[in-house]
């Protein structure tokens, strides 16, 4: 399969006044379209920090990332900004839903022209028809993480990077997540690169890369 993204030799260190963080150091890894990868590691360990990096929304202090065979870094801010709608989904562990928009309106909020009927497969796809004209406080967690996730999806995101997506989930509902992340692997050959410090969710993915103070293993 074609590589979609490739992180080379990322090292980022925050600096507050003489304090220095060594949060990444070294990272090459490189992502297949049509795969489901795992970034595992515990709390501090830097994965936040990658998945910052791998989005464009924060600077590395040394290395590059390539997104379709050109670097995100080369990109004036709002071209970068404009290729993250289009080319990356973020999901996070916070739904960030609007409360006052429905289902429906949520998921195509981003959305970049209009396609209906894209909106109506990803309610279909992700369970949540039914759905579609409630408010987010009236979903359950569950849902309103699926809600997040076809919002992610909705301009085509050739990866979606998910840090911690199902940390304020129950097992069942987290299972559902990672079904669904299956299914949008498979059905459009999305990338998704899943950050977790759950062991149990690495069974269902492809890959799994271990990242300790912030070193890959
Ligand atoms: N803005 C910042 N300034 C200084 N240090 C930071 C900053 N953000 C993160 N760090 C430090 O960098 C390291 C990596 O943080 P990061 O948030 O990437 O970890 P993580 O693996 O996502 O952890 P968690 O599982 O708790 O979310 C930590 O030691 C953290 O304290
Ligand atoms: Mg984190």
């Known amino acids: 399969m074609k590589t979609i993204m490739e992180i080379k030799n990322i090292s980022k260190t925050y600096k507050n006044g003489n304090v220095e963080v060594k949060a990444l150091q070294h990272i090459d890894m490189a992502l297949k379209q049509r795969e489901l990868v795992a970034v595992l590691g515990r709390s501090g360990s830097g994965k936040s920090t990658l998945l910052s990096i791998m989005g464009g929304l924060l600077d590395p202090s040394e290395g590059d990332v390539v997104l379709n065979g050109k670097s995100i870094f080369f990109y004036s801010e ?15 562990q916070a739904y960030h839903l609007i409360p006052v928009l429905t289902v429906e309106e949520n998921i195509a ?31 359950s967690g569950g849902q309103q993480q699926r809600v997040a996730i076809a919002r992610a999806l909705i301009n085509h995101p050739k990866i979606v990077l998910a840090d911690e997506p199902t940390g304020n989930l129950d097992s069942r509902s987290e299972k559902n997540v990672m079904d669904v992340f299956r299914i949008l692997v498979e059905k459009y050959g999305t990338t998704i690169l899943l950050i977790t410090h759950n062991e149990n969710l690495t069974k269902m993915c492809d890959r799994v890369f271990y990242l300790e103070d912030g070193r890959l293993i």
Do not use: C, S
């Not at 709002?78 to 989904?89: D, F, Q």
């Not at 497969?121 to 039914?130: G, I, P, S, Y």
């Open 78 to 92: 709002n071209v970068r900004t404009a290729l993250r709608r289009k080319e990356i989904g973020f999901v996070f």
């Open 109 to 139: 909020l981003p959305q970049i022209g209009e396609d209906k009927q894209y909106v109506n497969e990803l309610l279909k796809v992700l369970e949540l028809n039914d759905r579609r004209k409630h408010f987010p406080n009236e979903l």
